[in-house]
């Protein structure tokens, strides 16, 4: 029970931070404008990412534990940064 409880938590937690960008997205599409994003955020956002991406995979290598909603969060979010930071560049 506890296990099932404890990675429902960390699906549900990795889907959220994956998706938090969404949002951002969205509007800046529709509103053809990401002025008010900073360059340093979406810097920060893909190297963060990738970063604990590498460490997270590398100790799942040495301990034999395999998170895959952390490898979702990980993929999910790193790809809906580099997309804001495209539309940041489209929408000078």
Known sequence: MT????WMCGILGAFFFAINLAP???KCY???SCKDISRMFLVFAF???IFSAVFVLYTNMKTGL???PIYFNYGV???LTAV???LKIRYK
């Open 3 to 6: 296990e099932t409880f404890c």
């Open 24 to 26: 951002q997205i969205i």
């Open 30 to 32: 529709r509103t053809k």
């Open 47 to 49: 190297c963060g990412n």
């Open 66 to 68: 395999w998170q895959y």
């Open 77 to 79: 979010a790193t790809l």
């Open 84 to 86: 804001l930071t495209i």
